[in-house]
Each structure stands twice: as C-alpha cells, then as structure tokens.
C-alpha cells in the first residue's frame, strides 16, 4: 500500500559524495518518519539515519559528521547526503517509512521498506 523508491546509489571514490533519495507513495494518510539503514555483505542491517520524536536525528555514530538526513514532506521524499565517504561505507542502503495509511475503513499505521540501492566506495 506504500511503495518506496530509492535512487542515488553507485560507485565512489574515497572521499567523495553521493546523495541518496526516497521518495513514498501509495495511501498516504501521514508519513510519520522516514530514515535510513544499511546491510554491508556479511552483517546486519544497521541504522544510519532516523528522525527523532523530539524532531531531531539519529545518527550512527560511525556517520557523525559526514551523513546528513534531509525531507522534503511536500514531495513525501527523504534524502541522505553522505560526504567524506569511507570504503567501510559501502553497503546496501535501505530507506525505511513509518506510515499512516488509508484503509476502506479508517487508517492504519505500518512500516515500509524500500528494495535497497547499492553504495560500492572503492578507488
């Protein structure tokens, strides 16, 4: 009922930048967060990036400085800035949506996933 779609994912250098987009649609009611995780081969899915309730943003510790999450609620859209990237960075990221939905008989709140875009850093 809420597809997500991610974009912006490739192959960078050290050092470089790539900004990733997700952008919702469906029977959007309300989105009530939108953020970020990544899957690096051989590990667990990992936060990255999430919005507070207190409208402020988690950030893993390992991104602090560098990531930066951004929403353009009139385009239901979250970005990812990702600056100074490290090889350690490279991973599946995965844009993640906390829903309110219409239903036939009311709403209903739901969480979403998008299908994942690679980030390969490598020189």
């Known amino acids: 009922q809420v597809q997500l779609v991610e974009s912006g994912g490739g192959l960078v250098q050290p050092g470089g930048s790539l900004r990733l987009s997700c952008g919702a649609s469906?029977?959007?009611?309300?989105?009530?967060?939108m953020g970020w995780y990544r899957q690096a081969p051989g590990k667990q899915r990992e936060l990255v990036a999430t919005?507070?309730?207190?409208?402020?943003?988690n950030y893993a510790d390992s991104v602090k400085g560098r990531f930066t999450l951004s929403r353009d609620n009139a385009k239901n859209t979250v970005y990812l800035q990702m600056n100074s990237l490290k090889p350690e960075d490279t991973a599946v990221y995965y844009c993640?949506?906390?829903?309110?939905?219409?239903?036939?008989?009311?709403?209903?709140?739901?969480?979403?996933w998008g299908q994942g875009t690679q980030v390969t850093v490598s020189s």
């Open positions: 993640n949506a906390d829903v309110t939905t219409t239903q036939t008989m009311g709403i209903r709140r739901g969480d979403y």
């Open positions: 919005p507070t309730s207190g409208g402020r943003t």
């Open positions: 469906g029977r959007i009611f309300k989105i009530n967060a």
